[in-house]
């Protein structure tokens, strides 16, 4: 399902609806582009019947997910047949020719090109045929949008790295979004300094391949060293790191995130796979004995530190020996959620023309057994907490019709609060842990 994005915003001439899928990069970058609509006049709604403008961010990692994307246009062509319908993200880029049976009726504008999205808007760039598609030779520089309008809102996302360098026979994410490239520091640390001074309580960091920021910069950097930099400058924030892999999670990173307070204790990692056979057909830099190191590491100096998994299922030569291998990690490691998604074959990957398939119904049953594992892990890990006193940040609410809202404690647990217990105009407050009710953390303000 599509994320839509909604701003705040007076009375305005012109109405725009933004659709993003994918990642929490596409998310960071659809909520700046929705900032700058509202620059230019709009106001931004997904609740709007007869918007003149729809934007849609759109992700291509696997086939499904290009499908979904189409699917998404071919609805929007239909719903709004007047407004004027621009597409960009990783399928504008990897596949714009899937795009062309709406032709006439949306403009394309591939990834690299995003960073000139107000041009776009103010008629200076043309794009598809008539204006040469920049491509990923001019993917050598970090492209920085700016930051979005993040008044009211708790929890925003920073884009500070962008495309990947490591070639994984599944993915086609380094032909959609180029080589590793960051977002120099200065730029970062003001960027969160914008969004702190708008109100956010939480930042979460984000990337392609977060781990690698600063490689490409001079002087060289390190996550650690972004981190370090803006936990100094922006103490009333605290930071969350999306998704970061394995190999770049280090003995100081692991030190950061356990002894500063405005660093969340939160890891997610993309694993893949338990089996060694199959993480070397993926082209992954590491094998199952690394991960449960780098786990038992994490848990022996950050005791309550949420661990999460991303699992690929079904991969072309995952047997059922592979399969329990993968259970087996899943379950033994100290994981407290898993992320579980089938393998689907991403033409131009050369895992696309893997052989030994898995049969769809068999995937579907091993991603059901993992996603069953991933609930039990949830309440071991949600059981573990109840009694203790965590600061949250809120997330939504509150609620009309239960009264009630949510936060987010750093360690990554959703906890709902009654609305009559809890201070309605802040973002950031304490609650203790009470109990477990329906699978939900039920808190109680502090």
Do not use: W
């Not at 993200?89 to 403009?107: I, N, Q």
């Amino acid at each position: 399902m599509s994320k839509a994005i909604k701003t705040k915003f007076s009375q305005r001439s012109k109405r725009a609806v933004v659709h993003v899928l994918g990642c929490k990069v596409n998310q960071a970058e659809a909520a700046v582009m929705a900032h700058l609509l509202e620059m230019r006049g709009y106001a931004v709604d997904a609740s709007f019947k007869d918007p003149d403008l729809v934007l849609v961010n759109t992700c291509c990692v696997t086939s499904r997910a290009e499908s979904k994307s189409r699917r998404l246009i071919g609805k929007l062509t239909r719903t709004f047949p007047t407004a004027q319908l621009i597409v960009t993200g990783c399928l504008a880029e990897v596949s714009p020719c899937a795009l062309d049976r709406f032709t006439g009726k949306l403009k394309i504008l591939g990834t690299f090109d995003k960073d000139r999205f107000d041009q776009f808007l103010a008629g200076e760039l043309l794009p598809g045929p008539e204006s040469k598609q920049r491509g990923a030779s001019y993917s050598s520089q970090f492209a920085d949008l700016g930051v979005p309008d993040t008044l009211g809102r708790a929890r925003t996302y920073l884009k500070v790295q962008d495309g990947c360098s490591q070639c994984c026979s599944y993915c086609v994410v380094p032909l959609a979004r180029g080589p590793s490239r960051s977002l120099v520091l200065g730029r970062a640390i003001s960027h969160a300094q914008a969004l702190k001074e708008a109100g956010s309580a939480e930042i979460v960091l984000t990337g392609i391949h977060l781990g690698s920021y600063g490689r490409d910069l001079n002087p060289p950097l390190r996550l650690e060293d972004l981190l370090e930099s803006v936990v100094q400058e922006c103490s009333e924030v605290r930071f969350r790191m999306s998704s970061i892999e394995p190999q770049d999670i280090t003995p100081r990173l692991i030190e950061l995130a356990g002894g500063h307070p405005s660093i969340c204790r939160h890891f997610h990692i993309p694993v893949q796979s338990g089996d060694d056979s199959v993480l070397k057909r993926m082209g992954r830099p590491y094998d199952a004995a690394f991960i449960r190191d780098l786990t038992a590491r994490i848990l022996r100096n950050i005791p309550e530190a949420c661990v999460g998994f991303d699992l690929m299922v079904g991969f072309p030569g995952e047997d059922e020996d592979a399969f329990q291998k993968t259970l087996d990690l899943a379950r033994d490691s100290g994981a407290a959620y898993l992320h579980v998604f089938p393998f689907s074959p991403r033409p131009g990957t050369p895992a696309a023309s893997f052989g030994s398939r898995v049969p769809a119904t068999v995937a579907r049953h091993r991603v059901d057994e993992l996603r069953m594992l991933s609930e039990n892990l949830r309440k071991r890990f949600f059981e573990r907490s109840v009694g203790k006193t965590f600061k949250v940040v809120l997330e939504s609410g509150p609620d009309l019709i239960t009264r009630s809202l949510v936060a987010r404690t750093d360690n990554y647990i959703p906890v709902r609060v009654k609305t009559e217990m809890s201070p309605l105009t802040g973002k950031v407050f304490h609650v203790i842990l009470e109990k477990i009710v329906g699978g939900e953390v039920l808190g109680i303000y502090v």
